[in-house]
């Protein structure tokens, strides 16, 4: 496999990894120099025996020469000679078997059971005689591999220490005493190297032992130290860009299955092992290192191949947890449609939901991680829509992720749900993830899970349960409603009624729940509520009449519920911000004239009175409500508290609060709900504050965009709505010039958001596919054809 890039490899390493590489390349360089040495020795051997020195040595130094160049030859191209001895060893032992065998021959049945004794016996007779000849021939032999230039060395030591070999008379011979000094020397200095190697290699071992953790980790590090020590020692840059993660990949994409079993446990050691250290930047450099090699490497395809393979239910369920925690870590980027087989070896981690149950009925906890291991990396992969297509042509795959939460399993325990609740969360977090599909294969999976009776039956209890967590609550209420969404949409097509109250998503009495859930203050915790109110103004934005008489005529208070959530909840932006859609669909879509319409105005007006005159709460002896009422009697206010957001809160409110307020706004003059404003509407601090906002706060760059859009279409409905000359137009012209010249600075940006939002009908609803300059040039036509005379009465 390819060398990993060195700032991922550098990453992923941690401190005993870098200490075993930087040991293998000292150890490397340590075996060249005594390789290096062996070249000089087995030279200066050869000049001396045939530089015309032969006769004149002794019969010692003779001898010695001739052992040095045997040693030499024998361990000059392989400084690793216990490789060799185990060669040996190999060889001995297989050679012994083939005596024995093919003697002895076969298992002997009772009639030639004599005939087999004595095969026996001659066998073992053979194999005495033959260890005892290998031993003679083989046991010196590995006494030369093994310790040959140690014993040079020695050699070398006492000939120095002698140094009789003549050579200090003048003549041929005055050369043979240096030349024999030289090749001592550099045996001795081989020997010495050799000497120290050898006790640094016992050190290392014992080093890469202690420094690990575990049983499982000391023998993963001790077999990388090996095989990095090894390879450095017949290349000293193996080492380079390698580690544990690169190591276990390489024995993953092998052709041996235990290799592959083998880097699958090692790669689940490294990765417990940096995600020990806690250490984000160690932990996100291993996973970006894990990508690279499985996902980019030219023998990427080989080993993810066989990795997921190792999911498969003919492995131990072990090593299926260590192959599912690898494949989690990177299931982010694995393309289904290039591994065919890939989803259904996945698919077998969470099974038939049956087979985990045990005759008690308590889940095992092996099975219980890989179930947990399955819908997680099941979630991951459903992030790409090329995923959720093969997941969603893959037979009983949905139903078997839907099990835990069809089997209403919540029902059945403790009060904290016990250990299935774990279970379920993560079965509907993925069902969650799943409705989020577009185009057919979201259609095909919302219907699918929608026709499930069993599981929307458990999310509605869910929703309701006071044991559940309110995220559980929260995910309930989502899938449910774009399962709604989904069947208004099918509805509309087919022309066929699939939301009657018995339809599995509930129809009208879903999303009178709703309604119930965001405006009752007690009953559900925050964030339920948060989310209720957010799938209500998400049904809204679609726009049916009928949902708009649902939300408004499910309880006589609603609207005024809605408005004392937008105007007297403190801080809780994001229920504001949907009370305030809420409110304008509901300005828009509901149309009958009745009590529930004059409540509506009422609420509205409210909300927009403490917008444009925060501090008036009446006018020539009537509040604002009460300009909405048909009878025309004039009683006494009473003194109230000033209540609600203020102009100068505008500027400390959330983006999508003001938005939604500016939007709110902006509907209830496109609908004419404002009866007459002329007796008490002052817009001028209203419209000076926004300014204010437009000029000082800084949001990003498509947020300000978005304040801009929102304030030109508020501006335009204001104007439109001017017919009773109310409006000042010297209250409009700074606004309007601020409008204009940030449509100049933010033009190619308002392009780009157009046309990347072409995708989503939402964002092209809520941009109105029209530039801030489209709608400050209607602004500016409109603003121009109010007189200047006018006044606000």
Request: net charge negative; proline share 2%.
């Amino acid at each position: 496999m390819a060398a990993s890039p060195d700032c991922l490899a550098d990453d992923s390493n941690w401190e005993e990894v870098r200490f075993i590489n930087s040991y293998s390349v000292f150890m490397g360089y340590l075996s060249m120099a005594i390789k290096g040495l062996g070249f000089l020795v087995l030279t200066w051997t050869t000049v001396v025996l045939l530089g015309g020195f032969v006769s004149m040595l002794d019969n010692k130094d003779f001898w010695c020469l001739t052992f040095i160049t045997l040693v030499q030859t024998a361990g000059i191209f392989d400084v690793n000679l216990n490789e060799k001895l185990g060669y040996m060893k190999n060889a001995f032992s297989g050679f012994i078997m083939a005596i024995f065998w093919g003697v002895v021959g076969e298992e002997p049945s009772w009639e030639t059971i004599f005939a087999f004794l004595c095969r026996s016996l001659l066998a073992c007779i053979l194999m005495l005689v033959q260890v005892v000849v290998l031993a003679m021939i083989l046991g010196p032999l590995a006494i030369i591999y093994v310790l040959g230039i140690f014993m040079s060395g020695v050699i070398s030591l006492w000939r120095l220490v002698e140094h009789d070999y003549g050579g200090n008379s003048d003549g041929e011979t005055s050369n043979l005493a240096p030349a024999m000094n030289t090749l001592y020397y550099l045996a001795l200095l081989q020997g010495v190297l050799f000497c120290y190697r050898f006790m640094l290699g016992r050190v290392g071992k014992r080093l890469s032992w202690v420094a690990a953790t575990g049983e499982e980790v000391q023998a993963v590090l001790y077999n990388y130290l090996h095989e990095t020590r090894s390879g450095c020692e017949k290349d000293p840059a193996f080492a380079k860009g390698r580690n544990l993660t690169t190591y276990a990949v390489d024995k993953i994409s092998s052709n041996s299955p235990v290799d592959c079993i083998s880097g699958v446990k090692i790669l689940y050691a490294a990765i417990s092992v940096v995600d020990s250290t806690c250490n984000p930047r160690k932990i996100t450099g291993q996973r970006m290192l894990m990508e690279h090699l499985f996902l980019c490497a030219s023998s990427s395809r080989c080993a993810l191949q066989k990795l997921l393979e190792t999911l498969g239910s003919r492995y131990d369920t072990e090593r299926r947890h260590q192959a599912a925690t690898i494949v989690d870590r990177i299931a982010l980027f694995i393309n289904l449609e290039q591994f065919p087989c890939g989803i259904q070896h996945i698919s077998s981690l969470i099974g038939t939901f049956k087979q985990y149950n045990s005759p008690a009925g308590e889940l095992g906890k092996d099975y219980q991680k890989l179930l947990l291991q399955g819908l997680s990396i099941l979630q991951n992969l459903a992030t790409d829509e090329n995923n959720c297509r093969v997941m969603s042509d893959t037979r009983d795959l949905v139903s078997k992720i839907m099990a835990p939460v069809t089997s209403d399993l919540l029902d059945h325990t403790g009060d904290d749900h016990g250990t299935w609740y774990k279970v379920v969360s993560e079965s509907m977090e993925l069902m969650n993830q799943l409705t989020l599909a577009q185009g057919e294969t979201g259609t095909k999976l919302r219907r699918e899970i929608s026709n499930c009776a069993g599981a929307i039956g458990t999310l509605w209890r869910i929703i309701s349960c006071k044991r559940c967590k309110e995220w559980l609550q929260g995910r309930a209420i989502w899938i449910l409603t774009r399962l709604y969404i989904d069947n208004i949409g099918i509805s509309r097509s087919s022309d066929s009624e699939l939301l009657e109250k018995e339809n599995s998503c509930g129809g009208e009495d879903f999303v009178r729940m709703l309604v119930n859930i965001f405006t009752h203050h007690n009953e559900y915790s925050s964030f339920v509520r948060e989310c209720a109110g957010e799938a209500l103004s998400k049904i809204c934005f679609l726009g049916r009449i009928s949902d708009a008489t649902i939300i408004i005529q499910t309880r006589d208070d609603v609207v005024d519920s809605l408005a004392q959530v937008l105007l007297h909840e403190g801080k809780k932006t994001r229920r504001q911000a949907a009370a305030a859609e809420i409110l304008k669909y509901l300005c828009t879509h509901y149309t009958k004239d009745d009590e529930y319409l004059g409540k509506l105005k009422k609420a509205t007006l409210k909300v927009i009175g403490k917008m444009l005159c925060p501090r008036v709460e009446t006018h020539n002896g009537r509040d604002i409500e009460s300009q909405c009422d048909d009878t025309q009697e004039s009683n006494e206010p009473e003194k109230k508290e000033d209540e609600g957001f203020q102009v100068d809160a505008l500027s400390k409110m959330s983006l999508n609060l003001l938005l939604s307020l500016l939007s709110l706004c902006g509907t209830v003059y496109d609908t004419k709900l404002i009866i007459d404003l002329s007796t008490w509407l002052d817009p001028s601090s209203f419209l000076n504050k926004l300014e204010e906002i437009l000029v000082e706060e800084s949001y990003s760059a498509t947020g300000n965009l978005s304040l801009y859009k929102a304030t030109a279409k508020m501006v335009i409905s204001m104007l439109k709505c001017n017919g009773g000359g109310f409006l000042r137009r010297e209250d409009f012209g700074s606004l309007i010039d601020t409008l204009s010249s940030a449509s100049e600075d933010m033009l190619d940006l308002d392009y780009s958001m157009i046309c990347s939002s072409a995708s989503s009908s939402e964002s092209r609803s809520k941009l109105n596919r029209r530039t801030l300059m489209s709608l400050v040039r209607e602004a500016k036509e409109l603003h121009a054809m109010v007189p200047s005379t006018s006044s606000s009465g």
